[in-house]
């Protein structure tokens, strides 16, 4: 999922000699709303694929981020894009290990994270990420550049270098902050599903989408 932030900032901060002839994957590349692709293909990367759970638009291969590593194996790719996916991802740690371990040393991953959004559950919503977050994500990595939008519905961007001598950061006990629950966590359990704060979020998302189909049914009608 995209919008139009998402697409300067990639254009501003991905090169052509970053891309240019060289292995792309995107993590979660199904096109809901937009997609980067389109800007990635532009600088002429050798191949490109998209990834997702499941077939849709810009999907190439269905796998699910947490199976990258056994899918396509150690240091294959130059450059690992993810846009707006990995709030969806209940065991992100284990897709942002897989990220990592399919990124070739001195390739970049571009990762795009969601700080403040409300909770949207299509299909699921888990996990907010912050500036301090990625830093300590992205210790092992080289941070080239680290962003966050102003406003209410902030995005948290960043490019990040594998570096030659890479050592990878135990993130297993870290604690991110979970939608789910409403405070950090290290992992969500089955019981926090069935609690009466998940229960009154799916309600009210379940509530704008139908108002939102309601509302797109009313404007369509003619006249």
Same mark, same amino acid.
């Given at each position: 999922?995209?919008?139009?932030?998402?697409?300067?900032? &990639?254009? =501003?901060?991905?090169? !052509? @000699?970053? /891309?240019? $002839?060289?292995? #792309?994957?995107? *993590?979660?590349?199904?096109?809901?709303?937009?997609?980067?692709?389109?800007?990635?293909?532009?600088?002429?990367?050798?191949?490109?694929?998209?990834?997702?759970?499941?077939?849709?638009?810009?999907?190439?291969? &269905?796998? =699910?981020?947490?199976? !990258? @590593?056994? /899918?396509? $194996?150690?240091? #294959?790719?130059? *450059?690992?894009?993810?846009?707006?996916?990995?709030?969806?991802?209940?065991?992100?740690?284990?897709?942002?290990?897989?990220?990592?371990?399919?990124?070739?040393?001195?390739?970049?991953?571009?990762?795009?994270?969601?700080?403040?959004?409300?909770?949207?559950?299509?299909?699921?919503?888990?996990?907010?990420?912050?500036?301090?977050?990625?830093?300590?994500?992205?210790?092992?990595?080289?941070?080239?550049?680290l962003d966050e939008d102003s406003g209410m519905k902030r995005l948290v961007?960043?490019?990040?270098?594998?570096?030659?001598?890479?050592?990878?950061?135990?993130?297993?006990?870290?604690?991110?902050?979970?939608?789910?629950?409403?405070?950090?966590?290290?992992?969500?359990?089955?019981?926090?599903?069935?609690?009466?704060?998940?229960?009154?979020?799916?309600?009210?998302?379940?509530?704008?989408?139908?108002?939102?189909?309601?509302?797109?049914?009313?404007?369509?009608?003619?006249?």
């Amino acid at each position: 999922m995209c919008n139009i932030n998402t697409f300067q900032w &990639v254009a =501003r901060h991905v090169t !052509l @000699e970053e /891309v240019r $002839g060289k292995k #792309v994957l995107e *993590v979660g590349s199904c096109d809901v709303n937009g997609s980067v692709r389109a800007v990635i293909e532009m600088l002429q990367p050798a191949e490109y694929i998209g990834i997702d759970i499941e077939r849709g638009p810009g999907v190439d291969r &269905v796998c =699910r981020a947490e199976d !990258l @590593e056994k /899918v396509f $194996g150690n240091n #294959v790719f130059d *450059v690992v894009i993810s846009t707006c996916v990995l709030e969806h991802v209940r065991y992100w740690k284990q897709a942002l290990l897989n990220m990592k371990r399919v990124c070739k040393p001195g390739g970049i991953i571009i990762m795009i994270v969601p700080h403040t959004w409300a909770y949207h559950g299509h299909p699921s919503d888990y996990w907010r990420y912050s500036l301090e977050d990625i830093k300590h994500i992205f210790s092992d990595f080289d941070i080239m550049q680290l962003d966050e939008d102003s406003g209410m519905k902030r995005l948290v961007y960043v490019k990040a270098k594998k570096p030659d001598d890479f050592q990878e950061q135990r993130i297993e006990d870290y604690q991110l902050y979970s939608v789910i629950t409403g405070r950090r966590e290290r992992e969500l359990v089955p019981h926090d599903f069935k609690k009466l704060r998940y229960r009154l979020l799916v309600l009210k998302s379940n509530l704008v989408i139908f108002l939102l189909k309601v509302g797109g049914k009313i404007f369509s009608r003619p006249n």
